[in-house]
């Protein structure tokens, strides 16, 4: 059977990618769903179209390597790869099913090793790619995607109670540790992350917008003014606060597509100032 390869492949493009010796990731982006079967798909098609929501998906090629995927992200895969799913016994299948609860994450995330591609599930979502240089970082539950063998998934706990309860961040975060590539889901586009480098700083948030510090950020929940009465009369109240010399990402239209959600143009117009906070 013969085909025009080019043909069936020009609705799709690379808009992200990186690597190394031993792992290429790119960040695989639909042009447009042609696929629509009745009238219903078809004006939703039409609509996500006008709207830009594009369909997303991100390819791994390995050369004799190892990666670790989030459980049931993947897709399909080519070549001599094979899965590898440990649970390292009682003991090691305990410290798995405690991690995974206690950070939200899903319990098991299987290595697959060997030389060959790898896709990841389909998705309306947002990718972003980062690499860590024998680095520490903290993201918020469900940023999680992929990343090499080379970097541990773990948990960071909170320092103290009122952080996890007061941050609405959990008592425990993902912690990635280490050297290599590593893949993030995130709720909003690339361009609308807010990174900001702190050096001895303080940075300080209104929401839980917040989705990622690197290792030697402190992170605590404060009052916005010295006083209670203060903090009451403001209308902020409690602020997250990020101290330290790092790097911290903010999103803050998440909680603007939040509030269009559930609330329609007037959340984004109500004159009592809630735009922007928790939603």
């Known amino acids: 059977m013969k085909t025009n390869n080019n043909n069936m492949n020009n609705n799709i ?5 990186m690597n190394n010796e031993n792992v290429s990731i790119e960040v695989l982006e639909f042009e447009e769903l042609r696929g629509g079967s009745n009238v219903s798909s078809a004006i939703m098609l039409s609509f996500m179209k006008d709207s830009n929501i594009k369909l997303r998906q ?29 649970m390292g016994g009682i003991i090691g299948l305990g410290k798995k099913f405690l991690k995974g609860s206690v950070t939200g994450e899903t ?16 998705s309306f979502g947002h990718y972003i790619i980062v690499e860590l240089e024998n680095e520490e970082i903290i993201v918020d539950d469900g940023v999680f995607y992929a990343c090499e063998d080379t970097v541990e998934v773990g948990a960071a706990m909170q320092k103290n109670v009122s952080s996890a309860v007061l941050g ?49 950020i402190n992170f605590t929940v ?31 239209t998440k909680h603007v597509y939040n509030n269009l959600t559930n609330f329609g143009l007037y959340g984004m117009t109500n004159p009592g100032g809630k735009s922007n906070t928790r939603a």
């Open 13 to 17: 493009k690379v808009i992200e990618t």
């Open 58 to 86: 991100v390819k791994i090629t390995l050369n004799n390597t190892q990666i670790r995927l989030e459980a049931g992200a993947l897709s399909y895969l080519k070549g001599n790869i094979e899965m590898d799913n440990k």
């Open 107 to 122: 319990t098991f995330k299987p290595k697959y090793s060997g030389t060959g591609e790898i896709y990841l599930e389909p």
């Open 168 to 216: 609405q961040e959990g008592l425990f975060q993902t912690k990635l540790r280490g050297s290599g590539l590593v893949v993030l889901e995130v709720p909003v586009p690339k361009e609308e992350i807010m990174e900001y480098e702190l050096n001895n700083e303080t940075l300080k948030v209104d929401g839980n917008f917040a989705i990622l510090r690197t290792g030697n």
């Open 222 to 252: 404060e009052t916005s003014s010295k006083s209670l009465i203060g903090s009451a009369t403001s209308g902020e109240g409690l602020l997250n606060v990020f101290r330290g010399t790092g790097t911290v990402w903010l999103i803050p």
